[in-house]
T-cell receptor
Framework: NAGVTQTPKFRILKIGQSMTLQCAQDMNHNYMYWYRQDPGMGLKLIYYSVGAGITDKGEVPNGYNVSRSTTEDFPLRLELAAPSQTSVYFC?????????????FGEGSRLTVL | AQRVTQPEKLLSVFKGAPVELKCNYSYSGSPELFWYVQYSRQRLQLLLR??SRESIKGFTADLNKGETSFHLKKPFAQEEDSAMYYC???????????FGAGTRLFVKA
């Protein structure tokens, strides 16, 4: 199993450009998440999904969109990039069920907006 | 509101010394608490969870509901413990996990 795979690993965007961060998992997990990691701020939840076709906002959803058309994929879309979106983005997945809750993370995508 | 607070951004100890990374939480209910660790150039990964009451790599953490704390402890720190540690909380029956700001542990030889 590859686990959680994120692409790209690095990207530089100009203000106002759009892009999609890809995330795929091969563990058949229903739950998937996008976090951003800013220095000294920890991880902030952007969006999450509890299954195909179901998404919901996290703590910091503004400026982002997601979709979940399959169990495996959970792309994160930035429509109009802003310098405040410079961050490291982590995708994670989690199995369903009681007493689980463990998140499996991707390697991260470092995004710089200039 | 749910909140996780890790008061120390950086903790530096000598090898062999005890280490305690502090975590306090705010949640109106019975949460699930976790410690995640990120070693240099590795993915963020689960270290331990309170519900398992286990010791992983010599680390333990006890949930203190009265003090709303979930401090991570190890009696004798090793150099390989140097990493970024995050305390995390998930509400009972919930799907969202929120994280603290993290504590960077540096174990000196």
């Amino acid at each position: 199993n590859a686990g959680v795979t994120q692409t790209p690993k690095f990207r530089i965007l100009k203000i106002g450009q759009s892009m999609t961060l890809q995330c795929a998992q091969d563990m058949n997990h229903n739950y998937m998440y996008w976090y951003r990691q800013d220095p000294g701020m920890g991880l902030k939840l952007i969006y999450y999904s509890v299954g195909a076709g179901i998404t919901d906002k996290g703590e910091v959803p503004n400026g982002y969109n997601v979709s979940r058309s399959t169990t495996e994929d959970f792309p994160l879309r930035l429509e109009l990039a802003a310098p405040s979106q410079t961050s490291v983005y982590f995708c994670a997945s989690s199995p369903e069920g009681l007493n689980t809750g463990e998140l499996f993370f991707g390697e991260g995508s470092r995004l710089t907006v200039l | 509101a749910q909140r996780v607070t890790q008061p120390e951004k950086l903790l530096s100890v000598f090898k062999g010394a005890p280490v305690e990374l502090k975590c306090n939480y705010s949640y109106s209910g019975s949460p699930e608490l976790f410690w995640y660790v990120q070693y240099s150039r590795q993915r963020l990964q689960l270290l331990l969870r309170h519900i398992s009451r286990e010791s992983i790599k010599g680390f333990t953490a006890d949930l203190n509901k009265g003090e709303t704390s979930f401090h991570l402890k190890k009696p004798f720190a090793q150099e390989e413990d140097s990493a970024m540690y995050y305390c995390a909380l998930r509400g009972t029956g919930g799907f969202k996990t929120i994280f603290g700001a993290g504590t960077r542990l540096f174990v000196k030889a």
